[in-house]
């Protein structure tokens, strides 16, 4: 049954990989850590009594190798491997096992000395070996070699932690005993991920390489760093050794010989050595194995419904490839795009996202925030300058002044301010539209996923119901634009009207009036000089009369006051110029005048009443204005809900079915994805493999 539970777990590992769902299972598992050059290679290869593990200089090891070791129960079996990715192919030759790994490496890795995360899966079926499984990881180095990656040493550390840091993983923490074991990389990475030293086992090589006088004995006795499982000290074949193909039994005869005859390890002889160490691995995998077995059977119990739900999703292949189902599975397909099209609207689909809006919170979004916000962006207005509306209000009254304000000038100048409420009234339904578009597309329901070519016509369909609907709702919000604009209603119980306009004009310009006063109050007089000059009675005389003009046109009293008759003085000692007619100086001012006068109204004198007509047009027109944005604001929603949403909501599946449910359209819509159908093939297999590992765990417990 040991034995059994350990193949569990190599089968196990085999079919995640054979499925590429690494990590989906937390199997028990020995990964074995160290420096480049720390001997482990050679720890693996005196388990297996074989050399099949690749040599030389630099990192050789390049990618993480899952070695599967499984005890053969004929003890003259001969020994060979097999390697997951050469579909069962044995290797009785070891030496073709090392080149097959480096051409694996090679062929992931690439020819340089990068590394790569993707495991060499490999089994080794021996009489002579402890049934074991163990991950040999790529040793950690300094200094980058050759054409390495400058970060290579942060990749395997990356590699290495995502490993060990995995609960049921016991560490085989690999040290040379030649160097300080305060600078052991791999026991420094082993203390990060299990402080409390639970899961971890040393190993001391090179024990025989120390200097002469030193001894290992306190590290092996756990007095100077203590691991609840211990260490382990073991002598590897000298590179000697290698080189002149020294058995394996030899090998290991000496090394047992070694740990027997050395004065400081002879008492603890029994507790040393790869024999030793191997034993103690199988003991402490099964134990691990035992005690993670309720917690391997509910997670594989979790898998295998969730694994049925996948299967559920993928659907049966009978449905597509027997006719007689077609119908109902089109009409069911239709049913159910039409139903997750409204729900998504509604914000009743089963699956809500918590990171952005969408469906219909969006267009609540749109409406309330996107349109609402441009709308209150306008101003009333906008465009408009005191010359344009004076130049409106001179212009309506033709060559008669008014006694009121022109309604004519108001009507003519408010229309332009409401066509700017058109712009975002049509982009909110372009928005709202695209945001249908998206929900449209936005489907990922994995059983309409087997069938591209129906969730392809699916979606044409809606898309051309929604663009149909764009068109009628776009014309409708600009006629809500231009019924505004055809009758400005200024009987509207919300319009001021001019005698509520003039009100707030006049209590504008008090507020004005007074803070003027208030400012001049504190304000320093003029200069003494200047104050005097205007009291003197001299500089009053220099002023004109009010009449000024009237006397300077017409002639006043004094004669010297006539300069448009000149002054007797200039009259007495000039020749005679006949004198101008009346006529002639009004002709000759009123070309003057009209001459300063622009187009635009330029230059004209802009008298007290003119100024508070602006104001009052200004006023008037700012009141209409945010009476008309408060209504669009309210109808442009209501219309794009009415025409564009609800309408395309209400009509989907009739017109999903109109379109789509035609028997001779149904085998080419039903044409399955062939990548689905892969997909649910190994969707089986996985379901297959968790009941079956269920079984044997639910029948060890």
Do not use: W
Not at 617 to 628: A, G, W
């Amino acid at each position: 049954m040991a034995n059994h539970l350990i193949e569990l777990t190599n089968k196990l590992q085999t079919v995640t990989a054979s499925i590429s769902d690494h990590g989906t299972l937390d199997l028990p598992q020995i990964v074995v850590v160290g420096s480049q050059s720390s001997g482990k290679s050679s720890v693996l290869e005196t388990f297996v009594q074989r050399d099949f593990l690749p040599r030389g200089s630099g990192i050789v090891t390049r990618r993480p190798l899952i070695l599967q070791l499984i005890t053969l129960n004929r003890a003259d079996a001969a020994d060979y491997g097999e390697f997951l990715h050469t579909q069962e192919t044995k290797f009785y030759d070891f030496q073709e096992i090392k080149s097959e790994i480096e051409r694996e490496t090679a062929r992931v890795a690439g020819e340089n000395k990068g590394i790569s995360r993707v495991p060499i899966h490999l089994r080794i079926y021996s009489p002579r070996v402890l049934t074991l499984t163990l991950v040999d990881l790529p040793g950690l180095t300094k200094i980058p070699m050759g054409d390495q990656p400058s970060d290579i040493e942060k990749q395997i550390r990356d590699l290495m932690m995502d490993y060990i840091s995995k609960p049921n993983s016991i560490i085989l923490a690999v040290t040379p005993a030649n160097s300080d074991l305060v600078n052991s990389d791999s026991l420094k990475m082993a203390r990060q991920v299990d402080s409390e030293g639970k899961r971890t086992v040393g190993v001391l090589t090179k024990l025989d390489l120390m200097d002469a006088g030193t001894t290992a004995l306190d590290i092996l006795t756990g007095r100077s760093y203590p691991l609840k499982l211990g260490f382990v000290g073991v002598v590897n074949r000298s590179q000697q050794d290698i080189l002149t193909n020294k058995p394996m039994t030899n090998a290991i005869a000496s090394e047992n010989l070694f740990f027997q005859q050395h004065i400081a390890y002879r008492s603890i002889a029994e507790r040393c050595g790869t024999q030793y160490l191997g034993k103690l691995l199988n003991t402490l995998l099964l134990a691990h194995i035992k005690e993670k077995l309720p917690e391997l059977r509910s997670r594989l119990s979790s898998l295998m419904s969730q694994t049925q739900q996948d299967l559920a999703q993928l659907g049966e292949p009978s449905l597509t490839t027997e006719s007689e189902h077609h119908g109902a599975l089109v009409l069911h397909m239709l049913t159910r795009f039409a139903n997750a099209f409204v729900a998504a609207i509604d914000g009743t689909c089963y699956e809500l996202s918590t990171k952005e809006l969408c469906g219909g919170a969006r267009i609540y979004y749109i409406f309330n925030h996107v349109f609402g916000n441009a709308l209150d962006a306008i101003r009333p207005c906008s465009h408009l300058t005191n010359n344009d509306i004076r130049t409106a209000i001179r212009n309506s009254t033709g060559p008669r002044p008014s006694l009121f304000v022109p309604e004519i000038a108001f009507d003519l100048l408010v229309k332009p301010q409401i066509k700017l409420l058109e712009t975002p009234s049509l982009r909110c339904v372009e928005l709202v539209y695209e945001e249908l578009l998206k929900i449209c597309h936005a489907s990922e329901d994995k059983e309409l996923m087997r069938y591209p070519r129906l969730q392809a016509r699916l979606t044409e369909v809606v898309s051309e119901l929604l663009l149909e609907r764009l068109t009628p709702t776009s014309t409708y919000v600009e006629s809500l634009i231009a019924i505004e604009k055809a009758y400005i209603n200024t009987n509207h119980p919300d319009f001021l009207g001019a005698a509520g306009a003039m009100f707030n004009v006049e209590n504008e310009s008090k507020k004005r009036k007074k803070a003027m006063a208030d400012k001049k109050k504190f304000q320093r007089k003029d200069s003494l000089s200047s104050l005097k000059e205007q009291e003197d009675p001299r500089y009053d005389s220099q002023k004109p009369p009010k009449d000024f003009f009237l006397n300077s046109f017409f002639g006043g009293a004094n004669k010297s006051d006539r300069p448009v008759l000149g002054s007797q003085h200039a009259l007495e000692n000039s020749l005679y110029v006949p004198p101008m007619s009346v006529n002639s100086i009004m002709e000759s001012e009123l070309e003057r005048k009209l001459e300063q006068v622009s187009i635009h109204g330029d230059g004209v004198p802009v008298m007290e009443r003119e100024e508070l007509e602006v104001q009052l047009i200004r006023t008037l027109i700012t009141n209409y204005f945010n009476i008309v944005r408060k209504n669009v604001q309210d109808m442009v929603p209501k219309s794009v809900m009415h025409l564009l949403v609800n309408h395309s909501r209400e009509t989907v599946q009739n017109r999903l079915v109109t379109l789509l449910y035609k028997k001779e359209l149904f085998p080419d819509l039903l044409k399955e994805d062939e990548g689905m159908t892969l997909e649910r093939a190994k969707v089986k297999e996985r379901l297959e493999v968790y009941r079956q590992a269920f079984e044997i765990v639910n029948g060890v417990l």
